[in-house]
């Protein structure tokens, strides 16, 4: 079946301006996870949507970044005034369900780039 | 919450040897432990995981073993092959907490 998917692969921005990343996870999927892959850097966790519960947004770096998970499956990441520090990869991940022994699927990637 | 840390950084070996990359993690309630692969330009893939009521697990040339009252877990890669190149991550979960991801280690075989 359909994998996790990203959109768009790559994105080229300018230093202020706002961009939106999204996320189709695997369909049936209730946990979704945002993380963030600076070059040559591990995975830092941004945000985890875990099924009817409150999304853990204890890795947001600041108030510029947000996500939302409508409709309980596609998710939007969205960083308002983008600065160079925030380009990077950004993975979207998910799983039947929250946590447990459950194996996290991961999109390709949006590599978003701040001019 | 949870803090996992991984070591080596980098790792170069020769095709043929065995590779060991090791893991430690803070909180005992963690319970479950997988073990990533990323190759270049890809996105990261589940290569194998141990649940914490068990010590080691194998599949063909990779295991890993756990030690909970250490707290600390392995990845052995035996008889490597060019393809095992790769950044390894390993993480730790407890109940329906997000997975903590290791910062990486990044695997040379060299033919």
Redesign the interface.
């Known amino acids: 079946g359909a994998g996790v998917s990203q959109s768009p692969s790559n994105k080229v921005t300018e230093k202020g301006k706002d961009v939106e990343l999204r996320c189709d996870p695997i369909s049936g999927h209730t946990a979704l ?1 945002w ?1 963030r892959q600076s070059l040559g ?3 830092e ?1 941004l945000i ?1 949507f ?1 099924g009817n ?1 409150a999304p ?1 947004k ?2 947001l770096p600041s108030d510029r970044f947000s996500a939302e998970r409508t409709g309980g499956s596609v998710s939007t990441l969205t960083i308002q005034r983008t600065q160079q520090e925030d380009s990077a990869v950004y ?1 979207c991940a998910s799983s039947l369900v ?4 459950n ?2 699927f ?4 949006t590599r978003l780039t701040v001019l | 919450g949870e803090n996992v840390e991984q070591h080596p950084s980098t790792l170069s070996v020769q095709e043929g040897d065995s590779a060991v990359i090791k893991c430690t993690y803070s909180d005992s309630a963690s319970n479950y432990f997988p073990w990533y692969k990323q190759e270049l330009g890809k996105r990261p893939q589940l290569i194998i995981d141990i649940r914490s009521n068990v010590g080691e697990k194998k599949d063909q040339r990779i295991a890993v073993t756990l030690n909970k009252t250490a707290k600390h877990f392995s990845l052995h890669i035996t008889e490597t092959q060019p393809e095992d190149s790769a950044v390894y991550f390993c993480a730790a979960r407890s109940g329906a907490n997000n997975l903590f991801f290791g910062t990486g280690t990044r695997l040379t075989v060299i033919p």
Do not use: K, N
């Open positions: 996870y993380y850097q591990g995975l966790f985890y875990q519960s853990d204890s890795g993975l929250p946590g447990g022994y194996e996290q991961f999109g390709p990637g």
